[in-house]
């Protein structure tokens, strides 16, 4: 209220990106946004790239030879791992906002366990199973990359 | 007991979950194909493309996978643009925008997928 | 004899462990309306809290330092701000847990600065209005004019007296990114106290409350970054009560969600005996 006198004191943006000394779980929902919006980018090319192919083939040869540079190769990889993090970070959200591996509201006992601490098993849970698909798919773009 | 926010949430919810499984389902395809031997060749080629195409299941998943994938991230977006502190009036621009945007994008991939499968399956 | 308690003779207790560092950012519309940050050496004991550190810059450095304070034992919530970082109740906060010596001590952000460490927190107190936190019923005039208790299991107890802790001192607001950006977002406080009146069997209120907090700017803008549960001191857990919200609402929008009837009132016993020598209850005054 600045007539007041007041000073404002939001953190605005930088309070997604940082705004304290938090746990993971703060930087893995900022991680989430970042990722959607990566693959948002990619999904609505990839409509219009891959719709060419009802132009006949000349027209998706032509679409094609234009990705098929060292580049987009790499930034499709980056899309991968992208998607790779939102998809599972995606799973343990939709389990832990409809309220799984939660635990039951308790009555506050000093030191006082919560919710997030409960589920950070789950988070470390997807994290591998992330990781593994990330070498999975590194595995399939290395062998793509040379002599192409 | 609902709202249309939560409505609107609880679909972007179920269209999480159907991309986890179409999604999954078609980098299988795309990548790990000639692991089990589904695919022959290079998968990216028109050829191999169009054999894909004219299978109507293909279609399908295809169809759904858009659907569900373009409410899915104009859904994030519009979470994310909501929470940058913009009027109400701004609010309503960015949805009907958002709707636009995600009619016409639907519209040109159904259209690039059901063509395909319509002229090769000879429909 | 009984050893009093307490320090026995010889034994220090009140030494000084060392001196520590205070940054503190100043703001007084007044006369310092640039914000500026002074420097405070303070004596530092074991047990010495912020509260305490603030109180010796006030009492010794410099008298024109402003914070808020009250119960200094962390059951008003009066003394939330951000201390290294992270957002703390003063009192509660012991400076050699810190393990710093330097301490940053800032206002509480995502809330307006008054003054030094003051923050305006009647946003907060506007959006915990909003979401009504009173007990709502059909029969209003029970309320009104109570007959008598309600019945309630302990099981039921327990499904909001966790969320019944808030002690409404702002630091899980501070904590949340959403706030952060988002001036209408109702945030984890206000969220809360919905989630617990709704699920509160003496309450009927649920959807009296669903535009707000099911609203635009209510629960579908939490993301589940926990800060807030982290911040807060009470371990009343917001972010599970804002999922636990959001499952009844999936629920809810599926139709899957059970309507509960609410607690009814205990009946006045009608076949009791006085005993001998018990008086009558006054009368009642209200």
């Known amino acids: ?123 470390i849970v997807v994290m591998v199973v992330a990781a593994i698909i990330v070498i999975l798919g590194g595995v399939d773009f290395l062998r793509a990359f040379p002599g192409e | ?19 986890l499984v179409l999604l999954g389902i078609h980098m299988f395809i795309m990548h790990l194909g000639d692991f089990f031997g589904t695919v022959n060749g290079d998968v990216l080629a028109f050829s191999s493309v169009m054999e894909r195409s004219k299978d109507a299941a293909f279609a399908v998943i295809y169809v759904l996978l858009l659907g569900a994938a373009l409410y899915h991230g104009l859904y994030g977006l519009r979470t994310i643009i909501f929470e940058l502190n913009i009027s109400e009036r701004a609010e309503r621009v960015v949805s009907t925008l958002i709707v636009l945007a995600g009619v016409a994008l639907f519209l040109i991939g159904a259209y690039g997928t059901i063509a395909v499968y319509g002229a090769r399956a000879g429909v | 004899m009984i050893e009093p308690a307490g320090p026995k003779q010889g034994e220090e207790t009140d030494e000084i462990v060392k001196k520590v560092k205070f940054k503190v950012l100043r703001f007084d519309p007044s006369t310092t309306p640039s914000p500026r940050v002074d420097s405070f050496e303070v004596p530092v004991k074991k047990g010495t809290t912020v509260l305490d550190a603030l109180h010796y810059i006030k009492e010794n450095l410099d008298g024109s330092l402003a914070w808020r304070f009250s119960c200094r034992m962390g059951v008003c919530g009066s003394c939330g701000m951000f201390i290294n ?25 995502n809330f307006d600065t008054i003054r030094d460490l003051v923050p305006d927190l009647s946003v907060l107190f506007e959006k915990h209005r909003s979401v009504r936190p009173f007990t709502l019923r059909k029969d209003m005039a029970e309320l009104d004019n109570p007959s008598g208790e309600f019945f309630q299991t302990t099981e039921e107890l327990e499904r909001y007296l966790q969320f019944a802790y808030c002690i409404k001192c702002g630091l899980c607001m501070a904590a949340c990114p959403t706030v952060a950006t988002d001036r209408r977002y109702l945030g984890p406080q206000s969220l809360t106290q919905a989630h617990r009146y709704n699920v509160d069997s003496r309450d009927e209120g649920r959807t009296e409350r669903k535009d707000i907090a099911l609203g635009p700017h209510g629960a579908f803008s939490c993301h589940f970054a926990g800060a807030c549960s982290e911040a807060c001191p009470k371990g009343v857990d917001p972010a ?47």
């Open chain 3, 85 to 109: 970082g992270f957002p703390r109740l003063a009192c509660n906060t012991q400076v050699l847990e810190l393990e710093s010596d330097v301490i940053d001590l800032k206002p509480l952000p």
């Open chain 3, 240 to 286: 599970f009560a804002i999922q636990l919200m959001k499952r009844d609402a999936f629920k809810g929008s599926l139709g899957l969600l059970r309507k509960q009837k609410a607690s009814a009132v205990a009946p006045k016993l009608t076949s009791a005996k006085r005993l001998e020598g018990v008086p009558e209850a006054p009368k009642r005054t209200v």
């Open chain 1, 1 to 123: 209220m600045q007539d007041s006198g007041f000073r404002k004191n939001q953190l605005g943006l930088m309070g997604w990106l940082s705004g304290g000394r938090y746990g993971v779980e703060r930087y893995a929902y900022t991680l989430h946004r970042l990722t959607g919006l990566a693959i948002l980018a990619y999904f609505l090319l990839h409509i219009l790239v891959s719709s060419s192919r009802a132009l006949g083939e000349g027209a998706w040869n032509t679409v094609m030879g234009y990705l098929d540079s060292p580049v987009f190769r790499v930034g499709e990889f980056l899309v991968y791992l992208a998607f790779a993090y939102h998809a599972l970070n995606g799973i343990r959200l939709v389990a832990t906002e409809l309220g799984f591996f939660l635990g039951v509201p308790r009555q506050p006992v000093f030191p006082y366990s919560n919710s997030v601490k409960r589920q950070r098993p789950v988070l």
């Open chain 2, 1 to 19: 007991m609902r709202t249309r926010e939560s409505t609107l949430w609880t679909w972007h919810l179920i269209a999480g979950a159907v991309i």
